[in-house]
DNA sequence: AATGAATGAGGTTTCATTCAT
DNA sequence: CATGAATGAAACCTCATTCAT
């Protein structure tokens, strides 16, 4: 499958990325487990595989750009709920969570496999551009939030969607059921591994929120190193 | 072609192990954030290649078993702390974290690695063992965690323990700071990353467990899905 | 996107031809021994890579016409200098070697890469221009050198202008000097690249044009396979 | 094809390494002119592609190694003649030349291809070790030379050596015909091509060494560099 | 005519893993 | 048991060339 288009302007080129990443994803999904096989996409995409190397330095770029446009759509939703008026409450973020990291079958293979990226060592461009890409959202997101909820002391926005992000993850990473060994239930040492991810994902997030959003039990919240003092209201 | 003296007994073998153990713990700490490269554990072990998988099946199985014989450190020290009659407080919890987790310079690059490592298809045996070590010890101390706090319910001691681990380890995986690239701090754009993991995971950590330990606060937690309760000794 | 104007003339067309083998001869000497690169002859010469391929069929053509380019100047001199009805001696041909062959820094490199060309399965096109090219010139050059030095029997010119090239060529091939290496000298074993070029060139063509040219030292020169004598105008 | 033999002792490694040789020459004269492809050299020895590399640094080594490989043999017989007590002649010589560089098919492109590798930045090593390898055998065999021709002066019998060596292959590669092409002679303007190879070596050779080895005929010779004073009997 | 995105072949490299010795 | 040569898959990379625009 050779495609003889090519992408001339800037827009076709976006396409053409976007096309990539769908194969990219369609492939990662594919793989139960395995890594990300560059050639394979290249021929899902039908793209020759050189091609790949236009739009993407590598495949570490092209994994963090994967789950980087899915991060955008929660970090969009998000945004759109705190720049709603109307009142904002814990039920509605955890159904976004739901909706945009939990239900799509790529979210948390894809977030898991980028968070175990960042303490490799990344081209710095990479590392730095993927670090602001994410951190630009969380600061604002985390500002919006501070405005909705009152009781979140300054940074302290940013610094509860980092942690839900952490435990998002690495809960799932942690209570991962390995698809491929449905059997695995009958040995009795794993009891540990029933846990269900969804409902501790959701007790987890809930005191988390609660724990940081109720007017009184808000938790002293860290400024960042750098930080400018902070008043307090 | 070193010919090395064969080890017969079962106790040599478990003296070998640990010796090629302690070279994967070498090597994994001089490579900056690289992959732990088995030929180069050999080198450092004094042992050909082949002999590695004479006691690990691969090197994933390494790595788990090395993570595991760090946490064994982490569990024993907490298990030693519980199961003391004197009063427990979140500081000593901390500190115990601190010394276990935090400081010793493998641990938090090898749980970010193995955490990693639990979405993809590991061998059946290998992933259900991992589940089964971690897991009991889990769960025996989230019991006695139980019996210290009566504001836990049944089963949140396992839950407070396995979201702190998700905690420790997923904000050091998204603040870690690239050691190689210094400069990169001169980039308005990542602000986010001044952020500063130790005292972020304080913080993290105190909300945790004073929302699960304070007397009223407590979230209620979910059970596991067997409903059955489940009897430690 | 960058459009330039087109060479509708013919005129126009010789000019912008000259322009990339400008362009590939300023690469090839800026790139210490790497090969050509047409991407960088492109940017060189300010226009797109398919435009290249518009002026010339390939890069081996590409670089037969700038040797070419360089031999003409060469032989020009040499039909001149025949030409001249002074008498001619060995010094001003080697001085005229010197002068458009061993000086031009481009000039040697080139050759060596040609004459590397010439046992590879070059289109028929290509090699048989190529060869009528040089091939005219070197029967023409060799027959005025025939009448200019009677000693020199039919045929022996052209015979006598093959081989110094081989010569000029060869012998600059073999002691190179490799220029990133300044410290091989170092070594012991490399006795042999201590060899000088100018002056062991200068001796092998001297010996060469004497023995052929010496009135009486003259070896009886092979005439080509088709027997018939050759009338060049 | 799997080779499951594996060469243990160093003995072995030199029977495969020669193995891997004879492939890459089966290969390379295989392929009309086309480059050597290591690909094919790895199915053609019935190796891993991995293998080859165990074996040689790269593909341009391979090329020496096999090129050193086969002057080896001629470098050998003429050491053999030359320490031959027995009269020599340059009638000798030239059979010696005929048998061991211009019959054996890959000798001659082979030799074409590794002089155009001179002049590439090779590595170092590589470069180095192929010099010294050829400068010792090529100042060995011209000191013998100057032993049994005594018109030799210090240094002839290298500096005859490399002319010789520079003339045969720089004549084929000049007078090479495109074997793929035989319909090239139709063309009026090849008559340059008709000329024969043999022939025109012979005669070359011939003149070089009488040149050289005449009583009186002899050419004055350049020194190497930084020889030391010579001593003219 | 000019462009430059796309191609695709193939060299190089790395490495976990296997298996004949 | 121990060895390390061999494997083979895949990333990575470079580049001449093509061809839709």
Redesign the pocket.
Known sequence: M???????LAE??EV?RNAILDAAEKVYLGEGG???????V?VVA??????L???F????ELLLALHERHAEGYFKALGALLANPAPVNIDQILALVQKHMVEPPAFLPLASRCLGLMDQCLPEETAVTHAAHVGMALEQLGAALERRFPALIRGAGTTLLMQSYVLIVGLWQLLQKPKNYPNCQDRIEVRFLRRDYPSELDQALRALWLGYTEPRGGVPVATPQSATPVELP
């Open positions: 050779v495609i003889r288009q090519r992408a001339r076709d080129k053409r395995r890594e990300l096989n560059m050639a394979e290249a039908g793209l020759a595989k050189g091609t190397y236009l739009y330095p590598g495949k570490e």
